[in-house]
């Protein structure tokens, strides 16, 4: 089926105004300016499970929705809106449990970034990012650790989800610390998400055989140097409450 045409512009891309001097002028027509906008985020690499993830599609109204929901889909407004003059390289780190809705807003402010700022952005699970580079390894695979990483590292601006979801290795940390402090250096926005506490809970009690059983935290996973380095690097955002997917969208045939 044939692309249809602008009506404004009938395919040229560029419309004719006239300004208030009288004089006409050519500029970019708004269908232009979406097709780049299409094509950047086909770029970004966002998975199809989450193409339809935006910021206005983002639910923090349902039944027993926490207000930490709302809290944080403000700051993800907050920070597109400021970007890049006042973010100044700093990005956001998503904390929280599964089914919070962390990887929608993320990929929900890459979106956003790209369509009204014009950004370059990136979509990486994390745990894919490390197999492809485990697979660079491989003799019969044509493609180099370097390869692959460096657009992690050019990246304007750079999503990663699910931060520590891998089994902790040196060689894990190592290249964590490798992503994180070759972005940090060069200033460049990274948005993270991951289920893991970015600190461990103050107990009640710290005394005791309970005292000495806590969860994992972000700093268990990927090193505690590297967790402080995220501290720079971004602003943390913390989102509690129930998992929506259970909660709201369970699987149906409906």
Same mark, same amino acid.
């Given at each position: 089926?044939?692309?249809?045409?602008?009506?404004?512009?009938?395919? /040229?891309?560029?419309?004719?105004?006239?300004?208030?001097?009288?004089? @006409?002028?050519?500029?970019?027509?708004?269908?232009?300016?979406?097709?780049?906008?299409?094509?950047?985020?086909?770029?970004?690499?966002?998975?199809?499970?989450? /193409?339809?993830?935006?910021?206005?599609?983002?639910?923090?109204?349902?039944?027993?929705?926490? @207000?930490?929901? *709302?809290?944080?889909?403000?700051?993800?407004?907050?920070?597109?809106?400021?970007?890049?003059?006042?973010?100044? *390289?700093?990005?956001?780190?998503?904390?929280?449990?599964? *089914?919070? *809705?962390?990887?929608?807003?993320?990929?929900?402010?890459?979106? /956003?970034?790209? /369509?009204?700022?014009?950004?370059?952005?990136?979509?990486?699970?994390?745990?894919?990012?490390?197999?492809?580079?485990?697979?660079?390894?491989?003799?019969?695979?044509?493609?180099?650790?370097?390869?692959?990483?460096?657009p992690v590292f050019e990246a304007e601006v750079l999503?990663?989800?699910?931060?520590?979801?891998?089994?902790?290795?040196?060689?894990?940390?190592?290249?964590?610390?490798?992503?994180?402090?070759?972005?940090?250096?060069?200033?460049?926005?990274?948005?993270?998400?991951?289920?893991?506490?970015? &600190?461990?809970?103050?107990?009640?009690?710290?005394?005791?055989?309970?005292?000495?059983?806590r969860e994992e935290t972000l700093g268990d996973r990927?090193?505690?140097? &590297?967790?402080? @380095?995220?501290?720079? &690097?971004?602003?943390?955002?913390? &989102?509690?409450?129930?998992?929506?997917?259970?909660?709201?969208?369970?699987?149906?045939?409906?």
């Amino acid at each position: 089926m044939p692309e249809e045409l602008c009506p404004i512009c009938e395919g /040229a891309g560029l419309r004719v105004v006239e300004r208030a001097d009288g004089t @006409r002028v050519a500029q970019p027509c708004a269908c232009r300016v979406e097709r780049r906008s299409a094509r950047m985020i086909e770029r970004a690499h966002i998975p199809q499970r989450y /193409a339809h993830c935006t910021l206005d599609e983002y639910v923090t109204n349902f039944a027993g929705a926490s @207000r930490s929901l *709302g809290s944080a889909l403000v700051q993800a407004r907050s920070f597109v809106k400021a970007y890049p003059f006042e973010t100044n *390289g700093n990005g956001l780190l998503l904390t929280g449990s599964i *089914g919070v *809705g962390k990887t929608h807003l993320a990929v929900g402010m890459l979106q /956003a970034l790209v /369509a009204e700022r014009g950004a370059k952005g990136l979509f990486f699970d994390y745990r894919d990012l490390l197999k492809q580079v485990q697979n660079s390894y491989n003799r019969n695979v044509d493609v180099t650790e370097l390869e692959i990483l460096q657009p992690v590292f050019e990246a304007e601006v750079l999503v990663l989800d699910e931060l520590g979801a891998s089994k902790p290795t040196d060689w894990v940390w190592d290249t964590v610390a490798h992503i994180l402090n070759t972005r940090y250096n060069d200033r460049r926005t990274t948005i993270i998400t991951t289920n893991y506490a970015n &600190m461990p809970p103050l107990a009640a009690d710290s005394s005791g055989p309970r005292a000495a059983v806590r969860e994992e935290t972000l700093g268990d996973r990927i090193g505690e140097r &590297m967790r402080s @380095r995220l501290q720079e &690097m971004c602003v943390v955002v913390e &989102m509690s409450g129930e998992d929506f997917r259970q909660k709201v969208k369970r699987a149906s045939f409906a």
